[in-house]
């Protein structure tokens, strides 16, 4: 089994869960009466921590902290396959506080790879795989993060990394 690529899952989009946060704050500053109000204009700096302290408590940043689980995809003889390892929790809900766990079974069928295809042919049949898994069931209604691997995918020898799961090892590969 060769390991390609760990694929984040996310709870909800950026775009998502920015807008979902600038709400949060909005509502959080202007809930405030006359006199706290009055304060916010004749003290922006007590107004933006007040800004940084609501962003932290909703959750901070969405790279890192909005992370649901992680789609592990590898080879295996022919085949493209991912396993999911989500997080330990009974309700998926905004937080910070989160454990993975593998869960013991692959999201979806594997993608089998012709024999001869190119590179982009195998990396286009990852993305295939990716989109199908985004459609199935348990991950129907979440947000699979392929930004970092469409950005150096393309530039992968996919035919290399299929092709050294097969290769016999020699005395010299063991030190």
């Excluded at 590898?74 to 999911?84: H, N």
């Excluded at 390892?85 to 506080?97: A, E, H, N």
Aim: proline residues 3%; glycine residues 6%; positive net charge.
């Amino acid at each position: 089994m060769k390991i390609l690529f760990d694929v984040p899952v996310y709870r909800l989009t950026k775009e998502e869960y920015e807008t979902q946060q600038d709400a949060y704050i909005d509502q959080n500053i202007s809930d405030g009466n006359y006199y706290v109000q009055k304060m916010y204009r004749r003290e922006p700096d007590v107004k933006r921590q007040t800004e940084n302290y609501l962003w932290e408590s909703y959750g901070g940043g969405w790279l890192f902290n909005e992370v649901i689980g992680f789609i592990r995809l590898f080879f295996l003889s022919t085949q493209i396959r991912g396993e999911y390892w989500p997080v330990t929790v009974k309700r998926i809900k905004r937080g910070r506080r989160k454990v993975f766990r593998p869960c013991g079974y692959e999201v979806t069928h594997g993608e089998k790879i012709p024999q001869g295809s190119s590179s982009q042919e195998i990396f286009n049949l990852i993305l295939k795989f990716l989109a199908r898994v985004n459609r199935e069931k348990e991950l129907k209604n979440c947000h699979i993060y392929t930004s970092l691997l469409k950005n150096i995918g393309m530039h992968m020898d996919w035919n290399a990394l299929l092709e050294e799961q097969f290769r016999r090892k020699t005395p010299s590969d063991s030190c």
